[in-house]
């Protein structure tokens, strides 16, 4: 019997997989803790000899890949649980970890723990893969952040999510904004006399 | 902030700061946002965006281009 361990920030996804696991996976996993953060579910890891975790990435205090920091070396094995975003599911396919998208159903619940079930030599999460899929994450977290360019009057920066496109401009480039003017105007009011 | 600004960083540089997952090189002289592409025509090989803009794709960039955009 596979002991496994849920994270997630919110209960009822928690509840949820729960619910899942022991309608139509009860013969093959049982549910040993639910874990609402990295620290709570650090405890339970501390405590409990839990073969199997389910770790959501996207939580407020420390996202799931932080798990890692306090078990480099992993005796469990992990199965990502992420929202839909097209990003993340990108950087899943390209690193070939287990991962269910949320909403959970029952469809995709029984092919992730099939396969899991059926490797031959089970695979524990190298340091490297870890930083690699964390690495993916955070760029497709990164169209909020801004990016910094020098310009000839000083420095432009943008949300790297607001630039459509860039055109090559002999040695320099021409960034296009969702959101700009298209040329700078006036801005004081004209007082009518 | 101005629709367009002059950066004093060659395509190239800019290009290698961008997120690879967010930009894609479609000629020697345009990277374009992938959120930003809304219409591909093959024929012409003009991806046009959400603001309008109509840009040329280069052949040879063109099979790298479209990859974006199958289906997850």
Known sequence: MIKALLIDDEPHANALLKIIIEKNFSTL??????????????????????????????????????????????????????????????????SAFD????????????????RYLSKKTILRLQKEQISLLSSYINRSEKGNKRIFFNTIDGIEMPFIKDILYIKASGNYSEIYNKYGKKESRNTIPKRCG | MEKKKVVT???????????????????????VSLDAVIRYNKKDKMVQLTDGTSLEVAHREEKEFLKNFESA
Do not use: C, W
């Open chain 1, 99 to 114: 991962y269910l998208i949320k909403p959970l159903d029952k469809e995709a619940l029984g092919e992730t723990i099939e």
């Open chain 1, 29 to 94: 996993i049982t549910v040993s803790g639910m874990a609402q953060s990295i620290q709570e579910a650090r405890v339970i890891l501390m405590e409990k000899q839990i073969d199997l975790v389910f770790l959501d990435i996207h939580m407020p205090e420390e996202n799931g890949f932080t798990l890692f920091n306090y078990f480099p070396s992993p005796t469990f094995d992990v199965i990502f649980t992420t929202a839909f975003d097209k990003y993340a599911i990108q950087a899943f396919k390209y």
């Open chain 2, 9 to 31: 960083q060659s395509l190239k540089d800019v290009g290698e700061r961008l997120p690879t997952a967010l930009f894609v090189r479609i000629h020697r002289s345009h990277i």
